[in-house]
């Protein structure tokens, strides 16, 4: 698929799930419309699981091949992941906010996806504070495979103790109306393709940073 093809239907994706989520989706009983930031929340946070996962993926592959382009697809999907965690820290007290009469509560949920920014916050400065392309991709390759460990914990926090997170999905299945499930299936196949849209756009952009770099160390030599 194209790039032009893929931003096309990212585009047309993303419409249709604000659709859904602002006109179509009815209004949680007790919540109200507050409720509506839920969709994007959730597809927020699986696309941070995915490109955290995508990193992890891209460590070993580095660490078994040595070949950039894996690097490069780490470093691309880690800077995408903080992004979308990023906002699903901001959307969770607003979205909480109302129910829970606070903006933050170290909940097991917020506090372990908060350690998870953190870590892949840190993965993005060990990247930007070693200058050797070898060292900087074997170091980032290895953090990523190791900081991923976080990502189960986010996902199972909820389970293992007690906390006040809602939890969507349980063993007799979704705990939403079946227009929610629509809705935010939707938003989440939305969010997956816009995942993957900038991720093939911000691999471009290493790339030719990295093209850059090798291009100035040659001129300066």
Do not use: C
């Amino acid at each position: 698929m194209g790039k032009r093809a893929l931003g096309w239907i990212t585009f047309v994706m993303v419409l249709v799930a604000t659709y859904l989520v602002f006109m179509w989706a009815p209004n949680e009983r007790i919540m109200g419309p507050v409720q509506k930031i839920f969709y994007f929340h959730v597809a927020s946070a699986w696309v941070g699981f995915f490109a955290f996962l995508v990193v992890f993926i891209a460590g070993l592959a580095y660490l078994f091949t040595r070949k950039e382009k894996w690097d490069i697809i780490g470093a691309s999907s880690a800077e995408i992941g903080v992004m979308f965690t990023t906002i699903v820290l901001i959307t969770g007290p607003i979205w909480a906010r109302p129910t829970w009469n606070a903006w933050w509560t170290w909940d097991p949920r917020l506090t372990t996806t908060l350690v998870l920014w953190f870590i892949y916050l840190a993965y993005l400065l060990i990247r930007s504070s070693i200058h050797e392309e070898e060292k900087r991709a074997r170091f980032s390759a290895i953090f990523g495979i190791v900081g991923f460990i976080d990502v189960p914990v986010v996902w199972f926090s909820i389970r293992w103790w007690r906390t006040i997170h809602p939890v969507v999905v349980d063993a007799s299945g979704f705990a939403i109306s079946s227009k929610m499930v629509t809705t935010l299936t939707v938003s989440l196949i939305a969010f997956t393709f816009l995942y993957f849209y900038l991720l093939v756009n911000t691999a471009l952009v290493e790339k030719m940073r990295a093209e850059l770099r090798r291009l100035k160390e040659g001129v300066y030599q």
